[in-house]
């Protein structure tokens, strides 16, 4: 009698068991991915089909405040720190730390120095702290040692390797046996031609085009992995882009001594040190040199930049307005387009949209700040998010199910997911449901052939092989 008893709850077990396995996804996957220099409204400049197929089906923001300076290396730390520059540390592309004595700089890839990255802790390490993997694909900074450790995964920074590639490694890391849960996908255009053509020039057009093309090799490529809607994708960038002229250029060298300072980081924000006992006079002579150069001491520097509390930060910053180039003198490099300005500025901003089962459909929100992604990806995987400078809060509203603490697969009811997810109209969605009920049904049914031979029988059952192991304790109670 207790023999049949256990077996009746063995095959309730597996009905609950199969029904759990049909409705629930597995781990929640979050895929971030970085278009640099890809501002907000390239959206509407020429047809973006595969751009708007994720806003029709996942959430778009329209204006995403990043952080200032609105440079490439400090936004991407910003995206995954959530913290503001003075704060991440990462406060330039080309920055000099007067307690370290040390230099770093894009230009010539001087970016390896764990000790610039340290003041901050990525989302890949806290999420590899909390047990689970990360890969990365080129993302700025993923290829440093910081704390000691790397992504999981992770691609050496070269720039000559194709889109598909980074693709494939990302898919290839989504559907190992044992699955990262994040992944970050880094890729260097629009903004390399932005700066090469100018963001006004006509010949963009097919640039943003190819962007488009790429979102949607991404997509297929998703699909085909049957990671398309079980995955949390999430489209950004660093930062906008605006027109530059040969007409707008401020010469340093016509304002200040060559002798009396060194440029650390240039347009289109100059940042100054001055040499020993000639901070007066550099300030005196650039402040009120341009009427289109701002010219702060640091610690005049406006609060909303958080740009001030670093030792990074050099002791004169001189901001350009928007279009307005910096150069010591015509002989240094000039570009069409630049990027850097007031973060306030809308051309200064990137676009965000975002796709998956955590995600609210065909939904757009006016504006966030880029500090918030970084409590929503770690609400997305639920891990917990160390100190930062945005809130969940503020960006709960694109989460289908907004309830802050909890996970979207545990708080939804089972019914809504189904009745929620058909309405896109894709095929992997019936299929994986389909999976999970036919093996469901297949464990009940094959548990059903067993109790049935055990009560034909009634003796000391035969199990196959693959139960021995869970039925052993249970026979014995
Ligand atoms: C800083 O480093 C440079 C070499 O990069 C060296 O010449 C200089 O003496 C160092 N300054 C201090 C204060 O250590
Ligand atoms: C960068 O990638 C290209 C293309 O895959 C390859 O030919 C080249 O050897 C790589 N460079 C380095 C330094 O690995
Ligand atoms: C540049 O300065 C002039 C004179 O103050 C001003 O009229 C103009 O608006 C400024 N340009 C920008 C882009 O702010
Ligand atoms: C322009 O500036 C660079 C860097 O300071 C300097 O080497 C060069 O001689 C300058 N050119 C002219 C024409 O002054
Ligand atoms: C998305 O919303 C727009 C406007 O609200 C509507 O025209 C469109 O049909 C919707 N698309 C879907 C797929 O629901
Ligand atoms: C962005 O952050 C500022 C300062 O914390 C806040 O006042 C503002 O409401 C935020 N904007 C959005 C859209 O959440
Ligand atoms: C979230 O993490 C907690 C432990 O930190 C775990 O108990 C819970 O099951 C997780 N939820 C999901 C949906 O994975
Ligand atoms: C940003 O976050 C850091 C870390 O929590 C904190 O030290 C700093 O004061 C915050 N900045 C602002 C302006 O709140
Ligand atoms: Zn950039």
């Given at each position: 009698m207790t023999s049949n008893l256990l077996w009746v709850s063995f095959l309730l077990a597996a009905l609950t068991l199969s029904i759990t396995f049909s409705l629930q996804p597995d781990q929640p996957k979050v895929l971030l991915v970085s278009f640099d220099g890809f501002r907000w409204d390239y959206l509407y400049r020429v047809p973006t089909p595969h751009f708007h197929h994720v806003k029709e089906y996942g959430v778009h923001v329209k204006q995403v405040t990043n952080i200032f300076i609105t440079k490439t290396y400090p936004n991407h730390y910003t995206l995954i720190t959530g913290l503001f520059a003075e704060n991440h540390g990462i406060v330039a592309n080309d920055m000099f730390d007067p307690v370290l004595n040390k230099s770093f700089s894009l230009d010539n890839m001087n970016i390896y120095d764990s000790e610039f990255w340290e003041e901050a802790t990525p989302i890949w390490i806290t999420n590899q702290r909390a047990g689970h993997t990360s890969g990365a694909a080129m993302w700025p900074g993923t290829d440093v040692k910081i704390h000691k450790s790397f992504p999981t995964y992770y691609m050496p920074y070269n720039e000559s390797v194709s889109f598909e590639e980074r693709v494939a490694k990302i898919i290839e890391w989504f559907t190992s046996k044992e699955p990262i849960n994040l992944g970050l996908l880094y890729w260097e255009e629009p903004d390399d031609m932005g700066h090469l053509l100018g963001p006004d020039s006509p010949l963009m057009g097919p640039v943003i085009s190819d962007i488009d093309q790429r979102l949607g090799y991404l997509i297929r490529m998703l699909k085909k992995a049957k990671l398309w809607n079980v995955l949390n994708l999430i489209i950004t960038s660093d930062h906008g882009m605006t027109q530059c002229s040969e007409e707008r250029i401020i010469e340093l060298d016509q304002y200040l001594d060559k002798d009396h300072y060194t440029l650390i980081d240039k347009s289109p924000v100059a940042a100054i040190l001055p040499k020993e006992g000639r901070f007066d006079e550099v300030y005196e002579a650039l402040a009120h040199a341009h009427p289109n150069l701002t010219v702060y001491k640091k610690e005049e520097i406006p609060d909303r930049w958080h740009y001030k509390h670093n030792s990074r930060i050099q002791p004169i910053l001189a901001v350009a307005d928007e279009g307005w180039y910096i150069l010591r003198n015509k002989s240094d490099d000039f570009l069409l387009g630049n990027h850097g300005y007031?973060?306030?500025?809308?051309?200064?901003h990137p676009m965000f949209l975002a796709h998956g089962p955590a995600f609210r459909k065909n939904f757009t929100k006016e504006a966030m700040n880029s500090t918030d992604l970084y409590p929503l990806l770690c609400h997305l995987l639920n891990i917990t998010a160390v100190p930062h400078n945005g809130s969940l809060r503020n960006v709960q509203d694109l989460l289908s199910s907004p309830t802050p603490r909890a996970s979207p697969y545990t708080q939804s009811p089972p019914l809504l997911h189904g009745s929620v997810k058909p309405r896109e109209n894709e095929q992997e969605e019936p299929y994986a449901y389909f999976i999970g009920v036919s093996l469901g049904s297949i464990i009940v049914i094959v548990f059903l052939i067993i109790f049935i031979k055990h009560l034909i029988r009634s003796q000391i059952p035969a199990l196959p092989d693959f139960q021995a192991e869970i039925s052993q304790p249970l026979l014995q109670a």
């Amino acid at each position: 009698m207790t023999s049949n008893l256990l077996w009746v709850s063995f095959l309730l077990a597996a009905l609950t068991l199969s029904i759990t396995f049909s409705l629930q996804p597995d781990q929640p996957k979050v895929l971030l991915v970085s278009f640099d220099g890809f501002r907000w409204d390239y959206l509407y400049r020429v047809p973006t089909p595969h751009f708007h197929h994720v806003k029709e089906y996942g959430v778009h923001v329209k204006q995403v405040t990043n952080i200032f300076i609105t440079k490439t290396y400090p936004n991407h730390y910003t995206l995954i720190t959530g913290l503001f520059a003075e704060n991440h540390g990462i406060v330039a592309n080309d920055m000099f730390d007067p307690v370290l004595n040390k230099s770093f700089s894009l230009d010539n890839m001087n970016i390896y120095d764990s000790e610039f990255w340290e003041e901050a802790t990525p989302i890949w390490i806290t999420n590899q702290r909390a047990g689970h993997t990360s890969g990365a694909a080129m993302w700025p900074g993923t290829d440093v040692k910081i704390h000691k450790s790397f992504p999981t995964y992770y691609m050496p920074y070269n720039e000559s390797v194709s889109f598909e590639e980074r693709v494939a490694k990302i898919i290839e890391w989504f559907t190992s046996k044992e699955p990262i849960n994040l992944g970050l996908l880094y890729w260097e255009e629009p903004d390399d031609m932005g700066h090469l053509l100018g963001p006004d020039s006509p010949l963009m057009g097919p640039v943003i085009s190819d962007i488009d093309q790429r979102l949607g090799y991404l997509i297929r490529m998703l699909k085909k992995a049957k990671l398309w809607n079980v995955l949390n994708l999430i489209i950004t960038s660093d930062h906008g882009m605006t027109q530059c002229s040969e007409e707008r250029i401020i010469e340093l060298d016509q304002y200040l001594d060559k002798d009396h300072y060194t440029l650390i980081d240039k347009s289109p924000v100059a940042a100054i040190l001055p040499k020993e006992g000639r901070f007066d006079e550099v300030y005196e002579a650039l402040a009120h040199a341009h009427p289109n150069l701002t010219v702060y001491k640091k610690e005049e520097i406006p609060d909303r930049w958080h740009y001030k509390h670093n030792s990074r930060i050099q002791p004169i910053l001189a901001v350009a307005d928007e279009g307005w180039y910096i150069l010591r003198n015509k002989s240094d490099d000039f570009l069409l387009g630049n990027h850097g300005y007031d973060n306030a500025l809308a051309e200064m901003h990137p676009m965000f949209l975002a796709h998956g089962p955590a995600f609210r459909k065909n939904f757009t929100k006016e504006a966030m700040n880029s500090t918030d992604l970084y409590p929503l990806l770690c609400h997305l995987l639920n891990i917990t998010a160390v100190p930062h400078n945005g809130s969940l809060r503020n960006v709960q509203d694109l989460l289908s199910s907004p309830t802050p603490r909890a996970s979207p697969y545990t708080q939804s009811p089972p019914l809504l997911h189904g009745s929620v997810k058909p309405r896109e109209n894709e095929q992997e969605e019936p299929y994986a449901y389909f999976i999970g009920v036919s093996l469901g049904s297949i464990i009940v049914i094959v548990f059903l052939i067993i109790f049935i031979k055990h009560l034909i029988r009634s003796q000391i059952p035969a199990l196959p092989d693959f139960q021995a192991e869970i039925s052993q304790p249970l026979l014995q109670a």
